[in-house]
């Protein structure tokens, strides 16, 4: 993913896409924070599960590559910071790391894994969720569909990391944790607004692909190729989503080694 090619705007993801933390809560349960942990919030967005992992009584570092995101974060009195979750840069001081809706937008999943694994005390834990395998999969159709009437190879811009159950926990095994779940979720999920806005807030690195003055004509022909799949006859629209949901702590003596992978 061209992070470049990413805009996320605070105001536009709270109209169109507060469903996004407020369907990440079962995580935080799986995450049980406790009073007086470190917790690492990796693309926290707009702070608003930082929040909630406050409120349990946790010390909450939020960190996230968009600026509109981190001061709509920090307002919330989130201690967020911009960075890349491809480079972080802390050392053996969280308890836990906790991620929502962010890992699928970090194409480099092992450069991810061994921040992650640095970030942590030894003994700590990573618990998170995201795209898996099959993710709005009719979007991707349809995005693709558009991208290629114009004369744009989609493969280079549909390029979201949805992985598999298998592959993430792999990955996470390569990287010296002990994995104690990966699921992968099929959450049908209801839009607070409509196709449009969701692809004005989640669409950008694959529409930007054409001239500016091109983009909300090719928007529209894909809200209208995914009406008939993801509409219904009330004009509510449904997205197709797939969550994989993990759960992993990192060996003993873990976080003061290198990485595999
Ligand atoms: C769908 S939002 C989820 C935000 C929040 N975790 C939530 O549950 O509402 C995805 C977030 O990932 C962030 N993001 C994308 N790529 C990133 C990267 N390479 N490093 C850090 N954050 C990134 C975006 O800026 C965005 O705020």
């Not at 194409?107 to 618990?127: S, W």
């Not at 993710?135 to 995005?143: D, I």
């Not at 558009?146 to 926990?169: I, M, Q």
Request: charged share 25%; aromatic share 8%.
């Amino acid at each position: 993913m061209n992070e470049a090619k990413q805009h996320w705007d605070a105001d536009v993801y709270r109209r169109h896409a507060d469903f996004v933390p407020a369907l990440g809560r079962p995580v935080l349960d799986l995450l049980a924070p406790k009073t007086g942990e470190r917790i690492l919030d990796l693309g926290c967005g707009d702070g608003t599960l930082s929040v909630e992992i406050a409120a349990a009584g946790a010390a909450v570092v939020g960190i996230d590559n968009s600026h509109s995101m981190v001061a709509r974060a920090q307002s919330r009195g989130i201690d967020a910071h911009v960075a890349d979750g491809q480079a972080l840069g802390f050392e053996h001081e969280f308890d836990a790391v906790f991620s929502n809706a962010a890992l699928h937008w970090m194409r480099d999943a092992d450069a991810v894994l061994a921040g992650v694994v640095r970030a942590l005390k030894p003994d700590g834990r990573f618990v998170g969720e995201f795209g898996g395998h099959g993710n709005v999969a009719a979007v991707k159709v349809a995005l693709s569909a558009v991208l290629e009437r114009r004369g744009t190879d989609p493969r280079a811009h549909l390029v979201w990391y949805f992985p598999t159950a298998e592959a993430y926990r792999e990955r996470l095994e390569a990287h010296g944790f002990a994995v104690s779940t990966t699921e992968l979720i099929p959450r049908p999920t209801p839009l607070p607004t409509d196709m449009a806005g969701w692809l004005d807030t989640f669409a950008g690195p694959m529409l930007s692909a054409l001239p500016e003055s091109e983009r909300t004509a090719a928007r529209d022909e894909a809200v209208a190729l995914l009406a008939p799949a993801l509409c219904d006859d009330r004009g509510r629209w449904t997205a197709d989503y797939v969550r994989l949901r993990f759960a992993a702590r990192l060996a003993q003596d873990e976080g003061q080694s290198a990485p595999a992978g």
